[in-house]
């Protein structure tokens, strides 16, 4: 597909538990973004890659959450010992170097921790 | 980092134009305003951004204070399908090599009325 696509579209965890969200983003952009938006809030930054560095990794709430990018493109957003506080709607985007560009975001993954 | 003020909510007559405030007052020089919206369930979609100049296409135009302080993003002809939550940014640059993120803000409730 030409967009932005994360897999899984939903994800049921238990507390304690491990995830691993994952993101393929459009051919041939090297910056992709990770950030998560809980009901009624806007898209909360956690990370950013150009190329397989994280060139921010302000975003990540504590050390539970890490990100990578091993190849530069595909990008996995892993989460150890869920919390139900990680409930949230994770989303990815990628774009092309630069702050003039456009930044195209995927649908999400929806993350329930029980 | 620099961020934007935007009304809670706005309605709008469908066919009448749409004009969406944002105050941005402590943007600096090299940084852009951006605009993206947000229909429910889906992810953010890009609509446009400027730097000091007027910019239009397809979908709207956004007009940018001589201060830039200010900008007004316009929706010429709101649809139906134009109800959505409009969220105006202000693109962080970091030192060379550093985040480009988008740091959305709670955003902005457009309600198009038949």
């Known amino acids: 597909g030409a967009g932005v696509s994360q897999t899984p579209s939903n994800k049921v965890t238990e507390k304690g538990k491990y995830v691993e969200l994952r993101c393929d983003p459009i051919?041939?952009?090297?910056?992709l973004y990770w950030y998560r938006q809980s009901l009624g809030q806007g898209p909360e930054f956690l990370i950013y890659?150009?190329?397989?560095?994280?060139?921010?990794d302000s975003g990540l709430p504590n050390d539970r959450f890490f990100a990578v990018r091993p190849e530069g493109s595909v990008s996995t957003l892993k989460i150890q010992r869920t919390e139900r506080g990680d409930s949230a709607v994770y989303l990815c985007?990628?774009?092309?170097?630069?702050?003039?560009?456009?930044?195209?975001f995927g649908q999400g993954t929806r993350l329930t921790v029980v | 980092d620099a961020k934007t003020t935007q009304p809670t909510s706005m309605d709008c007559a469908e066919g009448r134009a749409a004009n969406l405030p944002c105050n941005h007052s402590?943007?600096?020089?090299?940084?852009?305003v951006y605009w993206y919206r947000q229909i429910h369930s889906q992810g953010p979609q890009y609509i446009i951004h400027?730097?000091?100049n007027n910019e239009t296409n397809e979908m709207a135009s956004l007009i940018i204070t001589e201060d830039r302080k200010s900008s007004t993003l316009i929706l010429p002809h709101a649809t139906l399908r134009d109800t959505a939550v409009y969220y105006c940014?202000?693109?962080?640059?970091?030192?060379?090599?550093?985040?480009?993120?988008?740091?959305f803000g709670k955003g902005m409730k457009l309600t198009v009325n038949p």
């Open positions: 985007a990628s774009s092309s170097a630069g702050a003039r560009t456009e930044a195209f």
């Open positions: 051919s041939g952009h090297t910056a």
């Open positions: 890659f150009q190329g397989t560095g994280a060139a921010d």
């Open positions: 402590t943007i600096s020089g090299n940084e852009y």
């Open positions: 400027g730097l000091k």
């Open positions: 940014i202000v693109r962080v640059t970091g030192l060379e090599g550093g985040s480009e993120k988008l740091v």
